[in-house]
């Protein structure tokens, strides 16, 4: 008889199973241990079981798990205020993940333009290889068929240009537009740097058109790059921008961040949620920033990214039949492979080292942001022993 899969088959997922982590470290039913870069797709931005995280969680878990946003939570103000005062934001609104944060962020924007008295300012243009969220909306905004097709129609209000195609972006400008929304570095899409000039031109755009700026930081935010979101590379400030992932460092936890002005039409009831800014959520997202804001923190993550990303190139130079190109900044690093990625990413898993696949034939290493330099330096060893495997794979193969 057929084994029964009582789980939904979205998922390829690779015959692996963990039971506990430590640091970068997780570790496999069978003991076997290995190097995650992959921080389950830059989430646990301080590794496995962080002491701080642990304890944190423990404590909340012992005074109330769960309130409703019918009462006030003092951990949301507690980190709103932390947020706000260390971006652009005047306001948060608090979620479980990434596509709950756009949900929020596209409906802060339509808001915005109808309580301006623009209703049919109601459109959001988007970029080719962006990735918002799996929800109805999410996926339109993103735009990518493989995640649209047999899923009815197309939710309306959502147009994309090519990627850093500027004339494309201004014929698609017109009296509906609402806002553009833009990954400073796409993830997904394959480690694409948003150029600052470009981010620049969105910017002065936005103000000519009165349209709002949308960041979406669910996977370059928190530190990732470096800084503790990406934008302050760039001096341009969103309006409302998307953060999830790395900010619960493995516990669900998304957040929207708006400017008083962009938030001005979410008025009470226009919108919630149950789980939203729990205590549980607030405590580990409050711990990460603990962490994430102690002084030297970010030097840190700009260090080891320097060692990193030097010795990769090295790896590339040697290996040019493998690796095409390093890109990406901080620790949101991106390998182009020469061969299909797959072949290169199964290697690296053989060298029991986890990263992740993107589009544009990359592979993704987001490492946890406290992976030290001898980690990373571990992390190179097992990479250029993966790139090893595929060449004599491919000699052997064309001999
Ligand atoms: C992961 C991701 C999302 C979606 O987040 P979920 O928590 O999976 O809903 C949205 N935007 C970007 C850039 C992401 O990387």
């Not at 797709?41 to 005074?63: F, I, M, R």
């Not at 309580?115 to 905004?141: Q, V």
Request: hydrophobic share 45%.
């Amino acid at each position: 008889m057929a084994e029964a899969k009582p789980l939904y088959d979205t998922y390829m997922r690779a015959p692996l199973r963990f039971e506990r982590g430590e640091g970068v470290w997780l570790i496999a039913e069978d003991g076997r241990r290995y190097l995650d870069f992959a921080a389950g797709v830059a989430v646990n931005s301080l590794g496995h079981a962080h002491p701080h995280l642990v304890q944190a969680l423990k404590d909340q878990a012992e005074k109330v798990w769960h309130l409703s946003n019918l009462y006030e939570v003092p951990g949301q103000e507690t980190l709103a205020t932390r947020l706000t005062q260390a971006t652009f934001a005047d306001k948060v609104f608090f979620t479980n993940s990434g596509a709950e944060a756009l949900e929020c962020a596209i409906k802060t924007a339509r808001r915005y333009q109808f309580s301006k008295g623009h209703p049919e300012k109601f459109h959001i243009i988007t970029f080719e290889g962006a990735f918002h969220g799996r929800t109805l909306a999410t996926i339109a905004a993103g735009g990518q068929e493989k995640y649209l097709e047999g899923f009815g129609p197309k939710a309306p209000g959502f147009y994309q240009v090519p990627f850093g195609d500027m004339p494309a972006l201004k014929d698609a400008i017109n009296d509906e537009t609402a806002a553009i929304l833009i990954e400073p570095i796409q993830g997904e899409g394959g480690i694409r740097v948003v150029p600052k000039e470009f981010l620049e031109e969105l910017r002065a755009l936005c103000d000519e058109y009165g349209l709002l700026l949308i960041f979406d930081e669910v996977q370059c935010g928190i530190g990732r790059t470096g800084k503790l979101f990406a934008y302050e590379w760039s001096g341009i400030a969103p309006d409302i921008m998307a953060v999830a992932k790395g900010i619960g460092g493995g516990f669900p936890l998304g957040a929207c961040l708006a400017t008083a002005d962009a938030a001005s039409g979410m008025i009470a009831g226009t919108h919630g949620s149950t789980y939203g800014g729990n205590p549980l959520a607030m405590a580990v997202g409050n711990a990460v920033l603990d962490v994430v804001m102690e002084d030297g923190f970010l030097d840190h993550v700009r260090n080891v990214s320097l060692v990193f990303r030097q010795g990769l190139a090295s790896i590339a130079d040697r290996f040019p039949d493998v690796i095409e190109s390093v890109r990406g900044d901080g620790l949101m690093l991106g390998l182009k492979a020469k061969v299909p990625s797959a072949e290169l990413l199964q290697a690296i898993r053989a060298e029991h080292m986890l990263a992740v696949p993107a589009g544009e034939n990359v592979i993704r290493l987001l490492p946890p942001l406290t992976v030290t330099a001898e980690e990373a330096r571990e992390g190179m060893a097992r990479l250029e022993r993966a790139a090893e495997r595929v060449r004599a794979e491919n000699l052997k193969a064309s001999a």
